[in-house]
Structures are given as C-alpha cells and as structure tokens.
C-alpha cells in the first residue's frame, strides 16, 4: 500500500504538476525525487551496469559497447516485428542484416517456425 501510494504521487508530480510527455525523458530532479521515494530501485539499478544510457552525449551502453542513439532510432523505420540480426562487429562497425518480418500466421499454420 505504501509503495503505490509513492508510485501515485510521483505519477501526480510527473504529469499533472511537470507536465511531462509521456515517454519523454525526465528532468534531473524528478528522477533525484523518484530515487528518494524509491531508494531500493535505484540501488538495484545502479548496481545493474549491463544497460546505460549517457544524457550527455546521446549514447547506450549494452554490456559494455557504446551505440549511438541514433542507431536506435533507425530501426524505428522499420515495421513492427522485424527481425535483425548483428552480423559482424570490426573497428567499431556494427553490420546489422533484416532477417524477415512477422506477419500474421496463415489459416491453420504456425508463426513459431518463422525466421
């Protein structure tokens, strides 16, 4: 009980009094806020070093290799349920290749087969 009623003030905070879009990066000071209305999340977060993301510079860090956020952002033109795969890394180049697209299963038959 005590912990929703921190997540609904924090909600509140966020969208009623920042007005912060939804799945929009929040400010500085409402992420100290949910740290210190949520300090066990943000211990276990801090200590979870596999997935990073640097505000300053734009960039992610999954385990260990820097990407660019545009990297990210360049699959978003891709249809929903896309499959890539990372093909080769080398001199900081990563070789993605479209594998197929998910498409809904035909009358009678599987997706689960589809690669």
């Known amino acids: 009980m005590k912990n929703n ?7 509140w905070l966020v969208r009623r009094m920042f007005k912060v879009p939804e799945g929009k990066v929040l400010p500085w000071y409402l992420v100290i806020l ?3 209305l949520f300090p066990l999340d943000w211990i276990r977060y801090s200590q979870n070093n596999r997935f990073h993301y640097d505000f300053d510079r734009d960039t992610f860090t999954v385990f260990g290799l820097k990407y660019a956020a545009a990297y990210f ?3 978003t ?3 929903v ?7 080769k ?7 993605v290749e479209k594998i197929s697209h998910l498409s ?3 009358e009678g038959g ?4 589809h690669k």
């Open 5 to 11: 009623l921190r997540m609904r003030l924090l909600r």
């Open 110 to 113: 599987s997706n689960a087969d």
């Open 81 to 87: 349920g896309t499959l890539l795969k990372i093909v």
């Open 104 to 106: 809904a299963p035909a």
């Open 89 to 95: 890394r080398e001199n900081g180049l990563i070789t």
């Open 73 to 75: 952002e360049s699959f």
């Open 34 to 36: 949910h740290h210190m």
């Open 77 to 79: 033109l891709e249809p």
